[in-house]
């Protein structure tokens, strides 16, 4: 199925979980904060939270820095 991460259309397995979709992106361990059709997705339903065809992903990394 095609999803739409930060902005770039990138076909995933159906029913991919946002916790595996970290994963194959190298995030996994990371700060990062997820929206998904404009919404929020918790960090605690990463596991539980399935993607679906279409859906638009944007993922932010926290950068440290002083």
């Given at each position: 199925?095609?999803?739409?991460?930060?902005?770039?259309?990138?076909?995933?397995?159906?029913?991919?979980?946002?916790?595996?979709?970290?994963?194959?992106?190298?995030?996994?361990?990371?700060?990062?904060?997820?929206?998904?059709?404009?919404?929020?997705?918790?960090?605690?339903?990463?596991?539980?939270?399935r993607l679906a065809?279409?859906?638009?992903?944007?993922?932010?990394?926290?950068?440290?820095?002083?």
């Open positions: 199925m095609q999803i739409t991460v930060n902005g770039t259309p990138t076909e995933v397995p159906e029913g991919l979980h946002m916790a595996r979709l970290i994963d194959q992106l190298d995030l996994g361990g990371k700060r990062v904060a997820v929206e998904v059709n404009a919404e929020l997705v918790p960090r605690s339903l990463f596991d539980s939270h065809a279409g859906d638009r992903v944007e993922i932010i990394q926290a950068v440290g820095g002083g």
